[in-house]
Protein backbone atom coordinates (compact mmCIF):
# COMPACT_ATOMS: atom_id res chain seq x y z
CA UNK A 1 0.00 0.00 0.00
CA UNK A 2 1.15 3.44 -0.80
CA UNK A 3 1.78 5.80 1.51
CA UNK A 4 -0.41 8.18 3.64
CA UNK A 5 0.42 11.79 3.80
CA UNK A 6 -1.18 14.89 5.48
CA UNK A 7 -0.38 18.54 4.30
CA UNK A 8 -1.74 21.36 5.86
CA UNK A 9 -1.85 24.77 3.99
CA UNK A 10 -2.89 22.31 1.12
CA UNK A 11 -4.68 25.61 -0.87
CA UNK A 12 -1.20 27.41 -1.19
CA UNK A 13 1.07 27.78 -3.57
CA UNK A 14 3.54 25.00 -1.80
CA UNK A 15 0.90 23.07 -0.99
CA UNK A 16 -0.55 22.74 -4.63
CA UNK A 17 2.73 22.16 -6.16
CA UNK A 18 3.21 19.41 -2.78
CA UNK A 19 0.20 17.23 -3.69
CA UNK A 20 0.60 17.24 -7.19
CA UNK A 21 4.10 15.47 -6.55
CA UNK A 22 3.12 13.09 -4.14
CA UNK A 23 0.28 11.65 -6.05
CA UNK A 24 2.48 11.07 -8.78
CA UNK A 25 4.84 8.94 -6.55
CA UNK A 26 1.56 7.21 -5.40
CA UNK A 27 0.33 8.40 -2.02
CA UNK A 28 -3.20 8.72 -0.69
CA UNK A 29 -3.26 12.90 0.14
CA UNK A 30 -5.12 14.40 2.56
CA UNK A 31 -5.40 18.02 2.76
CA UNK A 32 -6.41 20.44 6.16
CA UNK A 33 -7.98 23.53 4.87
CA UNK A 34 -9.82 26.18 6.54
CA UNK A 35 -13.56 26.83 5.18
CA UNK A 36 -14.01 30.40 3.77
CA UNK A 37 -16.97 32.43 2.28
CA UNK A 38 -15.23 32.00 -1.03
CA UNK A 39 -13.83 29.27 -2.69
CA UNK A 40 -9.94 28.47 -2.02
CA UNK A 41 -8.89 25.71 -3.73
CA UNK A 42 -8.28 26.90 -7.14
CA UNK A 43 -4.98 25.74 -6.90
CA UNK A 44 -5.83 22.09 -6.60
CA UNK A 45 -9.15 21.94 -8.33
CA UNK A 46 -7.67 20.19 -11.21
CA UNK A 47 -6.09 17.35 -8.79
CA UNK A 48 -9.83 16.92 -7.45
CA UNK A 49 -11.36 16.70 -10.35
CA UNK A 50 -8.72 14.45 -12.23
CA UNK A 51 -10.03 11.68 -9.77
CA UNK A 52 -11.40 8.46 -10.80
CA UNK A 53 -14.12 6.86 -9.25
CA UNK A 54 -13.47 4.31 -6.56
CA UNK A 55 -9.73 6.23 -7.03
CA UNK A 56 -9.78 9.20 -4.73
CA UNK A 57 -6.54 9.90 -3.74
CA UNK A 58 -6.73 13.44 -2.50
CA UNK A 59 -9.00 14.13 0.31
CA UNK A 60 -9.82 17.75 1.88
CA UNK A 61 -10.89 18.46 5.54
CA UNK A 62 -11.95 21.34 7.45
CA UNK A 63 -9.71 22.55 9.92
CA UNK A 64 -7.35 25.34 11.44
CA UNK A 65 -4.00 25.38 13.02
CA UNK A 66 -5.54 26.99 15.83
CA UNK A 67 -8.45 25.09 16.44
CA UNK A 68 -6.59 22.01 18.47
CA UNK A 69 -8.80 20.15 18.75
CA UNK A 70 -9.71 20.23 14.85
CA UNK A 71 -5.79 19.32 14.25
CA UNK A 72 -5.72 15.92 16.53
CA UNK A 73 -8.78 14.80 14.85
CA UNK A 74 -7.67 15.03 11.66
CA UNK A 75 -4.61 13.30 12.83
CA UNK A 76 -6.22 10.44 14.23
CA UNK A 77 -8.65 10.09 11.29
CA UNK A 78 -5.83 9.97 8.51
CA UNK A 79 -3.50 8.07 10.30
CA UNK A 80 -0.85 9.99 8.36
CA UNK A 81 2.82 8.49 7.73
CA UNK A 82 4.22 11.70 6.93
CA UNK A 83 3.15 15.32 7.86
CA UNK A 84 3.70 18.42 5.90
CA UNK A 85 3.04 21.95 8.18
CA UNK A 86 2.96 24.43 5.27
CA UNK A 87 -0.48 26.30 6.57
CA UNK A 88 0.75 29.85 7.61
CA UNK A 89 0.15 33.76 7.43
CA UNK A 90 2.73 33.52 4.67
CA UNK A 91 2.53 37.74 4.30
CA UNK A 92 5.97 39.58 5.83
CA UNK A 93 4.38 43.03 5.22
CA UNK A 94 0.82 41.77 6.84
CA UNK A 95 2.54 40.16 9.96
CA UNK A 96 3.51 43.96 11.10
CA UNK A 97 -0.38 45.02 10.80
CA UNK A 98 -1.07 41.21 12.56
CA UNK A 99 1.56 40.27 14.87
CA UNK A 100 -0.65 38.59 17.70
CA UNK A 101 -2.36 36.39 14.74
CA UNK A 102 0.57 35.45 13.15
CA UNK A 103 2.36 33.94 16.15
CA UNK A 104 -0.19 32.34 16.94
CA UNK A 105 -1.13 30.55 13.46
CA UNK A 106 2.85 30.02 12.39
CA UNK A 107 4.21 29.16 15.83
CA UNK A 108 1.38 28.06 18.00
CA UNK A 109 -0.31 26.32 15.45
CA UNK A 110 2.80 24.72 14.77
CA UNK A 111 3.16 23.33 18.21
CA UNK A 112 -0.30 22.37 18.20
CA UNK A 113 0.68 20.01 15.17
CA UNK A 114 3.72 18.55 17.10
CA UNK A 115 2.00 17.80 20.16
CA UNK A 116 -1.27 16.11 18.25
CA UNK A 117 1.60 14.15 16.52
CA UNK A 118 3.52 12.84 19.76
CA UNK A 119 0.04 11.79 21.41
CA UNK A 120 -0.74 10.06 18.02
CA UNK A 121 2.55 8.18 18.11
CA UNK A 122 2.99 7.45 21.74
CA UNK A 123 -1.06 6.07 21.88
CA UNK A 124 -0.64 3.99 18.54
CA UNK A 125 2.76 2.72 18.18
CA UNK A 126 3.17 4.24 14.51
CA UNK A 127 5.89 6.22 13.60
CA UNK A 128 4.57 9.89 11.93
CA UNK A 129 7.43 11.93 9.60
CA UNK A 130 7.14 16.08 10.31
CA UNK A 131 8.01 18.32 8.00
CA UNK A 132 8.02 22.34 9.31
CA UNK A 133 7.92 25.42 6.44
CA UNK A 134 11.25 26.95 7.69
CA UNK A 135 11.97 30.45 6.02
CA UNK A 136 15.26 32.10 4.99
CA UNK A 137 13.24 35.27 6.87
CA UNK A 138 14.83 34.10 9.95
CA UNK A 139 18.42 34.93 8.85
CA UNK A 140 17.02 38.61 9.14
CA UNK A 141 19.43 41.18 9.02
CA UNK A 142 22.18 38.43 7.66
CA UNK A 143 25.29 37.77 10.08
CA UNK A 144 26.94 35.70 7.02
CA UNK A 145 26.77 35.26 3.74
CA UNK A 146 25.56 33.05 2.22
CA UNK A 147 23.48 31.69 4.79
CA UNK A 148 24.08 27.79 5.85
CA UNK A 149 22.49 25.37 8.54
CA UNK A 150 24.70 26.84 10.86
CA UNK A 151 24.49 31.03 10.50
CA UNK A 152 22.66 32.56 13.09
CA UNK A 153 19.07 33.88 13.11
CA UNK A 154 17.98 37.32 13.21
CA UNK A 155 14.35 38.12 12.53
CA UNK A 156 13.60 41.51 11.46
CA UNK A 157 9.68 40.85 11.29
CA UNK A 158 6.46 39.48 13.43
CA UNK A 159 7.01 36.84 11.05
CA UNK A 160 10.04 35.36 10.69
CA UNK A 161 10.21 35.69 14.81
CA UNK A 162 7.44 33.26 14.81
CA UNK A 163 9.22 31.25 12.10
CA UNK A 164 12.05 31.00 14.48
CA UNK A 165 9.68 29.66 18.03
CA UNK A 166 8.12 27.21 15.30
CA UNK A 167 11.96 26.28 13.83
CA UNK A 168 13.55 25.24 17.42
CA UNK A 169 9.78 24.13 19.11
CA UNK A 170 10.31 21.58 15.61
CA UNK A 171 14.28 20.66 16.61
CA UNK A 172 13.29 20.29 20.11
CA UNK A 173 10.65 17.71 19.67
CA UNK A 174 13.21 15.76 17.55
CA UNK A 175 15.98 16.08 20.51
CA UNK A 176 13.29 15.62 23.59
CA UNK A 177 10.42 12.76 22.15
CA UNK A 178 12.32 10.95 19.30
CA UNK A 179 10.28 12.69 16.72
CA UNK A 180 11.29 11.74 13.09
CA UNK A 181 11.30 16.08 12.79
CA UNK A 182 12.82 18.60 9.78
CA UNK A 183 13.16 22.11 9.57
CA UNK A 184 13.17 22.76 5.68
CA UNK A 185 14.80 26.89 5.61
CA UNK A 186 13.21 27.51 1.99
CA UNK A 187 14.43 30.76 0.54
CA UNK A 188 11.96 32.89 -1.84
CA UNK A 189 10.28 30.63 -4.33
CA UNK A 190 7.78 31.60 -6.72
CA UNK A 191 5.83 29.92 -9.53
CA UNK A 192 2.55 31.08 -11.82
CA UNK A 193 0.82 30.20 -8.11
CA UNK A 194 2.16 32.84 -6.91
CA UNK A 195 -0.43 34.61 -4.11
CA UNK A 196 -0.57 38.09 -6.30
CA UNK A 197 0.63 40.45 -3.36
CA UNK A 198 4.14 38.75 -3.16
CA UNK A 199 6.33 40.58 -5.17
CA UNK A 200 7.82 38.46 -8.06
CA UNK A 201 4.12 37.61 -8.87
CA UNK A 202 2.87 40.96 -8.53
CA UNK A 203 5.15 41.99 -11.32
CA UNK A 204 4.93 39.50 -13.11
CA UNK A 205 0.98 39.76 -13.38
CA UNK A 206 0.68 43.90 -13.92
CA UNK A 207 3.80 43.41 -16.74
CA UNK A 208 1.08 41.62 -18.55
CA UNK A 209 -2.19 43.37 -17.85
CA UNK A 210 -0.12 46.78 -18.72
CA UNK A 211 0.71 44.79 -22.28
CA UNK A 212 -2.72 43.91 -23.05
CA UNK A 213 -3.66 47.45 -21.90
CA UNK A 214 -5.54 46.39 -18.42
CA UNK A 215 -3.74 48.36 -16.35
CA UNK A 216 -1.23 51.19 -16.57
CA UNK A 217 0.67 51.55 -12.86
CA UNK A 218 2.19 49.63 -10.68
CA UNK A 219 2.52 50.70 -7.28
CA UNK A 220 5.96 48.91 -5.27
CA UNK A 221 7.71 49.18 -1.90
CA UNK A 222 11.74 48.94 -2.07
CA UNK A 223 13.31 47.41 -4.87
CA UNK A 224 16.46 47.94 -3.79
CA UNK A 225 15.61 44.49 -1.51
CA UNK A 226 17.61 41.01 -3.20
CA UNK A 227 16.65 37.86 -2.53
CA UNK A 228 17.58 34.40 -3.69
CA UNK A 229 14.58 33.55 -6.37
CA UNK A 230 14.12 29.84 -7.28
CA UNK A 231 11.19 27.67 -8.45
CA UNK A 232 8.15 26.14 -6.02
CA UNK A 233 7.71 22.99 -8.09
CA UNK A 234 11.84 22.30 -7.31
CA UNK A 235 11.23 23.19 -3.62
CA UNK A 236 8.48 20.50 -2.72
CA UNK A 237 10.41 18.29 -3.85
CA UNK A 238 13.06 18.79 -1.70
CA UNK A 239 10.83 18.84 1.31
CA UNK A 240 9.32 15.49 0.44
CA UNK A 241 13.49 14.09 0.13
CA UNK A 242 14.24 15.38 3.32
CA UNK A 243 11.44 13.03 4.85
CA UNK A 244 13.03 9.90 3.02
CA UNK A 245 16.09 9.98 4.49
CA UNK A 246 17.30 7.71 7.58
CA UNK A 247 18.14 10.53 10.23
CA UNK A 248 15.85 13.78 10.79
CA UNK A 249 17.45 16.99 9.84
CA UNK A 250 17.51 20.43 9.12
CA UNK A 251 18.41 21.85 4.99
CA UNK A 252 18.77 25.17 3.48
CA UNK A 253 17.25 25.25 0.05
CA UNK A 254 18.10 28.04 -2.35
CA UNK A 255 19.65 28.55 -5.30
CA UNK A 256 22.82 30.51 -4.84
CA UNK A 257 21.80 33.32 -6.92
CA UNK A 258 20.02 36.98 -5.46
CA UNK A 259 18.69 39.42 -7.46
CA UNK A 260 17.09 42.59 -6.57
CA UNK A 261 13.20 43.40 -6.74
CA UNK A 262 14.41 46.11 -9.80
CA UNK A 263 16.65 43.48 -11.72
CA UNK A 264 13.19 41.04 -11.57
CA UNK A 265 11.48 44.07 -12.52
CA UNK A 266 13.81 44.54 -15.50
CA UNK A 267 13.36 40.98 -16.68
CA UNK A 268 9.70 40.91 -16.68
CA UNK A 269 8.85 44.22 -18.36
CA UNK A 270 11.68 44.10 -21.11
CA UNK A 271 10.68 40.18 -22.20
CA UNK A 272 7.51 41.89 -22.75
CA UNK A 273 9.20 44.97 -24.96
CA UNK A 274 8.03 47.22 -22.16
CA UNK A 275 10.11 50.28 -20.44
CA UNK A 276 8.91 49.77 -16.40
CA UNK A 277 9.89 53.21 -15.48
CA UNK A 278 7.26 54.41 -17.54
CA UNK A 279 4.67 53.18 -15.10
CA UNK A 280 5.85 51.78 -11.45
CA UNK A 281 5.42 54.18 -8.74
CA UNK A 282 7.11 53.98 -5.04
CA UNK A 283 4.15 53.78 -2.46
CA UNK A 284 5.41 54.23 1.20
CA UNK A 285 2.49 51.81 1.92
CA UNK A 286 4.31 48.55 0.92
CA UNK A 287 7.99 49.47 2.68
CA UNK A 288 8.20 47.65 5.97
CA UNK A 289 9.18 49.05 9.27
CA UNK A 290 12.38 46.80 9.46
CA UNK A 291 13.53 45.65 5.69
CA UNK A 292 15.70 42.29 5.30
CA UNK A 293 18.08 43.75 2.92
CA UNK A 294 19.95 40.93 1.12
CA UNK A 295 19.21 36.38 1.07
CA UNK A 296 21.73 34.23 -0.61
CA UNK A 297 21.39 30.87 0.58
CA UNK A 298 24.32 27.82 0.31
CA UNK A 299 22.31 24.36 -0.22
CA UNK A 300 25.14 22.41 0.05
CA UNK A 301 23.99 20.02 2.47
CA UNK A 302 21.01 19.69 0.74
CA UNK A 303 22.43 19.22 -2.67
CA UNK A 304 25.48 16.56 -1.04
CA UNK A 305 22.27 14.50 1.37
CA UNK A 306 19.13 14.71 -0.35
CA UNK A 307 20.67 14.93 -4.26
CA UNK A 308 18.43 17.91 -4.88
CA UNK A 309 19.34 20.94 -7.05
CA UNK A 310 17.18 23.29 -8.42
CA UNK A 311 16.14 23.23 -12.14
CA UNK A 312 15.25 27.16 -13.18
CA UNK A 313 17.18 30.00 -12.80
CA UNK A 314 15.99 33.46 -11.73
CA UNK A 315 15.01 34.08 -15.22
CA UNK A 316 13.75 31.31 -16.69
CA UNK A 317 11.46 31.35 -13.42
CA UNK A 318 10.32 35.02 -14.42
CA UNK A 319 10.00 33.92 -18.16
CA UNK A 320 7.56 30.70 -16.93
CA UNK A 321 5.97 33.56 -15.04
CA UNK A 322 5.12 36.07 -17.50
CA UNK A 323 3.90 33.80 -19.94
CA UNK A 324 1.20 32.01 -17.73
CA UNK A 325 0.13 35.82 -16.39
CA UNK A 326 -0.14 36.66 -20.32
CA UNK A 327 -2.58 33.82 -20.91
CA UNK A 328 -4.72 35.19 -17.85
CA UNK A 329 -4.69 38.77 -19.19
CA UNK A 330 -5.60 37.82 -22.70
CA UNK A 331 -8.51 35.48 -21.26
CA UNK A 332 -9.90 38.88 -18.85
CA UNK A 333 -8.95 40.99 -22.32
CA UNK A 334 -11.44 38.70 -24.03
CA UNK A 335 -13.95 38.93 -21.37
CA UNK A 336 -14.10 42.89 -21.12
CA UNK A 337 -14.02 42.91 -25.23
CA UNK A 338 -17.44 40.78 -24.67
CA UNK A 339 -18.88 42.40 -22.12
CA UNK A 340 -19.34 45.22 -23.93
CA UNK A 341 -20.37 43.70 -26.80
CA UNK A 342 -23.62 42.91 -24.69
P1 LIG B 1 0.71 30.48 0.87
O1 LIG B 1 0.52 30.35 -0.60
O2 LIG B 1 0.46 31.79 1.54
O3 LIG B 1 -0.20 29.35 1.57
C1 LIG B 1 -0.45 29.37 2.95
C2 LIG B 1 -1.47 28.29 3.27
O4 LIG B 1 -1.72 28.29 4.68
C3 LIG B 1 -2.83 28.48 2.58
O5 LIG B 1 -3.29 27.22 2.18
C4 LIG B 1 -3.70 29.02 3.72
O6 LIG B 1 -5.06 28.71 3.56
C5 LIG B 1 -3.13 28.23 4.87
N1 LIG B 1 -3.45 28.77 6.20
C6 LIG B 1 -3.27 30.04 6.64
N2 LIG B 1 -3.66 30.15 7.91
C7 LIG B 1 -4.10 28.93 8.29
C8 LIG B 1 -4.65 28.40 9.48
N3 LIG B 1 -4.83 29.15 10.58
N4 LIG B 1 -4.99 27.09 9.53
C9 LIG B 1 -4.84 26.31 8.44
N5 LIG B 1 -4.35 26.75 7.26
C10 LIG B 1 -3.98 28.05 7.20
O7 LIG B 1 2.20 30.05 1.27
P2 LIG B 1 3.30 29.24 0.42
O8 LIG B 1 4.08 30.21 -0.38
O9 LIG B 1 2.65 28.08 -0.22
O10 LIG B 1 4.27 28.76 1.59
C11 LIG B 1 4.04 27.54 2.29
C12 LIG B 1 4.75 27.58 3.64
O11 LIG B 1 6.14 27.80 3.44
C13 LIG B 1 4.30 28.71 4.55
O12 LIG B 1 4.40 28.23 5.87
C14 LIG B 1 5.33 29.80 4.34
O13 LIG B 1 5.42 30.62 5.49
C15 LIG B 1 6.58 28.97 4.14
N6 LIG B 1 7.63 29.53 3.31
C16 LIG B 1 7.34 30.00 2.07
C17 LIG B 1 8.35 30.47 1.26
C18 LIG B 1 8.07 31.00 -0.13
O14 LIG B 1 8.95 31.69 -0.68
N7 LIG B 1 6.93 30.68 -0.73
C19 LIG B 1 9.69 30.44 1.72
C20 LIG B 1 9.95 29.93 3.00
C21 LIG B 1 8.91 29.45 3.78
P3 LIG B 1 -6.11 29.72 2.81
O15 LIG B 1 -6.11 29.28 1.37
O16 LIG B 1 -7.38 29.46 3.52
O17 LIG B 1 -5.59 31.13 3.00
O1 LIG C 1 7.65 38.94 -2.19
P1 LIG C 1 7.83 39.40 -0.80
O2 LIG C 1 6.62 39.87 -0.07
O3 LIG C 1 8.55 38.19 -0.04
P2 LIG C 1 9.34 38.11 1.35
O4 LIG C 1 9.03 39.24 2.24
O5 LIG C 1 10.78 37.89 1.02
O6 LIG C 1 8.70 36.80 2.00
C1 LIG C 1 8.47 35.63 1.22
O7 LIG C 1 9.62 34.82 1.25
C2 LIG C 1 9.97 34.32 2.55
C3 LIG C 1 11.26 33.49 2.39
O8 LIG C 1 12.37 34.33 2.52
C4 LIG C 1 8.83 33.49 3.07
F1 LIG C 1 9.16 32.96 4.28
C5 LIG C 1 7.58 34.34 3.18
O9 LIG C 1 6.49 33.53 3.60
C6 LIG C 1 7.26 34.93 1.81
O10 LIG C 1 6.89 33.87 0.96
O11 LIG C 1 8.92 40.57 -0.75
C7 LIG C 1 10.21 40.40 -1.30
C8 LIG C 1 10.92 41.76 -1.28
C9 LIG C 1 10.88 42.44 0.09
O12 LIG C 1 12.14 42.97 0.40
C10 LIG C 1 9.88 43.59 -0.09
O13 LIG C 1 10.15 44.73 0.71
O14 LIG C 1 10.24 42.63 -2.18
C11 LIG C 1 10.11 43.90 -1.57
N1 LIG C 1 8.95 44.58 -2.19
C12 LIG C 1 9.05 45.74 -2.91
N2 LIG C 1 7.83 46.13 -3.30
C13 LIG C 1 7.67 44.23 -2.14
C14 LIG C 1 6.95 45.20 -2.84
N3 LIG C 1 7.05 43.16 -1.58
C15 LIG C 1 5.70 43.05 -1.72
N4 LIG C 1 5.06 41.97 -1.20
N5 LIG C 1 4.97 44.00 -2.39
C16 LIG C 1 5.54 45.10 -2.96
O15 LIG C 1 4.87 45.94 -3.53
Redesign the pocket.
Known amino acids: MGKVALITGVTGQDGSYLTELLLAKGYAVHGMMRRASVFTTERIDHLYQDRHEGDVRLRLHYGDLLDAISVRRIISEVKPDEVYNLA?Q????TSFDQPVYTAEVVSIGTVHLLEAIRDYRDSTGKEVRFYQAS???MFGKVRETPQTEYTPFYPRSP?ACA?VHAHWQTVNYREAYGLFACNGI???HESPRRGE????R?ITRAAARIKFGLQDRL?????D?K?DWGFAGDYVDAMWRMLQQEDPDDYVVATGESCS?REFLDEAFSSLDLDWHDCVEI?PR???PT??DV?LGDASKARDILGWKPTLTMRQLCRMMVDADLQLAEQERTLADASHLV
Not at 197 to 200: N, R
Request: positive net charge; without cysteine; proline residues 0%.
Open positions: ASHVRSSEYKLFNTFVTKFLGNLARVDYLREVL
